[in-house]
């Protein structure tokens, strides 16, 4: 346990769906991640969040859809995706200030578009 | 843009035998970290390099930077099973310590006892 839990765990919806990734972090952080993790990719960074607010958005569609309403929650929107957009969708957290700036890891949500 | 490549792809080693993967930055670093995923499991934490040369050793792992912090290893001595899984290092992005981290594709270890 990284003290940053994601629901659900497997997620499959069809193109049509509308549905949405929970992220909750226990460790007082002030940063939350989210990233993709296919297949044979690298781990890309979809969204950042400092102190609530969005700093980062690196070119993803407009379908998927981020919240941060507070420092421990985070959440992804979901809607009309598309098949290539299964993967693996995992949430981190962070300090932004001190020495080590590591990243916490949740367990990820599996998602499969049919 | 900024980038950050790592090799090889795949290793496979016989248990016992040694590991090495090697990170490099299109960019100059202010820091470089190292995550291990296990099979199935999420990237975890196990180390950051901030200093020019920096040798920093974990039991049988031994973990460097560059002199020009633009490239980094990560050396495994005497490999067992529990070492399999996928090592990635990641950077700042924009070399800025404490935001958004550049990660490399990851170099995927498999021992075979």
């Known amino acids: 346990e990284t003290g940053v839990t994601q629901t659900p765990r497997h997620l499959v919806m069809g193109m049509t769906n509308k549905k949405s990734l929970k992220c909750e972090q226990h460790?007082?952080?002030?940063?939350m991640y989210w990233y993709k993790q296919s297949a044979k990719k690298p781990l890309e960074l979809m969204f950042v969040?400092?102190?609530?607010?969005?700093?980062e958005n690196n070119s993803v569609p407009s379908r998927f859809s981020p919240e941060c309403p507070n420092s421990s929650h985070l959440f992804l929107h979901l809607h009309t995706l598309q098949p290539e957009d299964s993967a693996l969708y995992l949430c981190?957290?962070?300090?932004?200030?001190?020495?080590?700036?590591?990243?916490?890891f949740g367990p990820g949500t599996r998602l499969t578009v049919l | 843009g900024q980038q950050v490549m790592q090799i090889p792809q795949y290793q496979h080693v016989q248990e016992g035998e040694d590991f090495t993967t090697y990170c490099n930055s299109s960019?100059?670093?202010?820091?470089i970290q190292w995550y291990k995923q296990r099979p199935g499991g999420h990237p975890v934490f196990l180390i950051q390099?901030?200093?020019?040369?920096e040798v920093k050793k974990q039991k049988r792992l031994t973990f460097q930077f560059g002199e020009a912090k633009k490239n980094s290893s990560l050396h495994i001595t005497a490999t067992q099973t529990t070492d399999v899984g996928t090592y990635f290092c990641?950077?700042?992005?924009?070399?800025?310590?404490?935001?958004?981290?550049?990660f490399g594709k990851g170099t995927t270890l498999s021992v075979s006892s």
């Open positions: 981190a957290s962070s300090l932004t200030e001190g020495g080590v700036n590591e990243q916490f």
């Open positions: 460790l007082g952080h002030n940063a």
């Open positions: 969040y400092s102190l609530e607010e969005r700093v």
């Open positions: 960019t100059t670093l202010s820091n």
């Open positions: 390099l901030v200093k020019s040369g």
């Open positions: 990641a950077g700042p992005q924009g070399n800025q310590a404490g935001t958004a981290l550049i």
